[in-house]
């Protein structure tokens, strides 16, 4: 008999499982949220103790330092909090017509102006509507979304995107729509009783979002858990933004909430692609011709 068959007739091995996934949870959050508290009062006490031998510039980079921690600890916090109301039903998707070609740029133009402070690490971004650059009017990619929500989700790939690409590099957005074909029922029109509670109808078409970037990529072995909350992928030269692993979970419960599915896949040619796949209201505009094959 093997391990996975002692498991499944141990009939403590759930509360053993639950006790260690607890224990992770709490050295984890222990560790994000002492960091950037440390560094704040490191730096806070060397100011209140010797602020006046500091000079100005010394002074300057201090304040910046706490800055960042703060900001740190208040991600932090807020995706833990997001988390938990995520998975207790406690946010709601609020369904406007959102143009997700503008929200994209909006997301990238972001990213770009963060990363400007980073002269080392040169990225560059490419917005591709349809199958190849400027083949479609960016006005026509509106579908009934929750715009904070969706733009949450384009963030948090981003980031990822970056994250995985430490020396630079090109990131491609690609945002098309599709025919709903018969291996995505079910991936993105949910069941009767969802589309019932979301007040949706079945999707005829679905949008396409894929992310993609050509850095480390991600081993095989993490391409099934990587939307697992506190799932961290450390290939010893970068690890995820704050350390939280819950980026990714937080996606994927967005997009659920919208009746979509996310997955990331590792390219050939280097680099991993992050698909998003939208269902399509009846009264949404698409564009047409509909483009074809997902990107690999």
Request: glycine share 6%; aromatic share 4%; with cysteine.
């Amino acid at each position: 008999m093997g391990k996975q068959d002692e498991q499944r007739d141990d009939p403590l091995a759930p509360e053993v499982t639950m006790e260690l996934l607890k224990a992770e949870l709490l050295a984890t959050v222990s560790h994000e949220l002492r960091s950037p508290l440390a560094s704040i009062k490191g730096y806070a006490s060397t100011l209140l103790r010797h602020g006046r031998r500091i000079s100005s510039e010394e002074r300057q980079e201090f304040l910046l330092a706490i800055a960042e921690a703060s900001n740190r600890l208040e991600i932090s916090i807020n995706r833990l909090l997001e988390m938990s109301e995520l998975e207790t039903g406690a946010i709601h998707i609020e369904r406007f017509p959102t143009n997700v070609a503008h929200l994209a740029r909006e997301a990238m133009s972001a990213v770009e102006q963060h990363m400007a402070a980073r002269p080392l690490n040169m990225f560059s971004f490419k917005l591709r509507l349809g199958d190849a650059p400027g083949t479609s009017d960016p006005s026509e990619y509106v579908i009934t979304a929750d715009q904070r929500r969706l733009r949450e989700v384009l963030d948090h790939l981003l980031e990822n995107a970056l994250h995985f690409s430490p020396d630079g590099g090109v990131i491609d957005v690609i945002v098309r729509f599709r025919p709903l074909q018969a291996n995505h029922v079910g991936e993105v029109s949910g069941t009767d009783a969802a589309r019932e509670q979301a007040d949706v109808k079945a999707p005829v078409h679905v949008l396409e979002i894929c992310v993609c970037d050509n850095g480390l990529g991600i081993p095989p072995q993490h391409l099934d858990r990587i939307f697992e909350r506190l799932h961290r992928v450390d290939n010893g030269l970068t690890r995820e933004v704050n350390g939280l692993g819950l980026g990714l979970p937080i996606c994927k419960r967005i997009v659920e909430l919208h009746q979509g599915s996310i997955w990331a896949e590792s390219c050939s040619a280097g680099g991993s692609a992050f698909h998003l796949l939208l269902p399509v209201e009846e009264d949404d505009e698409i564009p047409t011709p509909l483009t074809g094959a997902i990107l690999h």
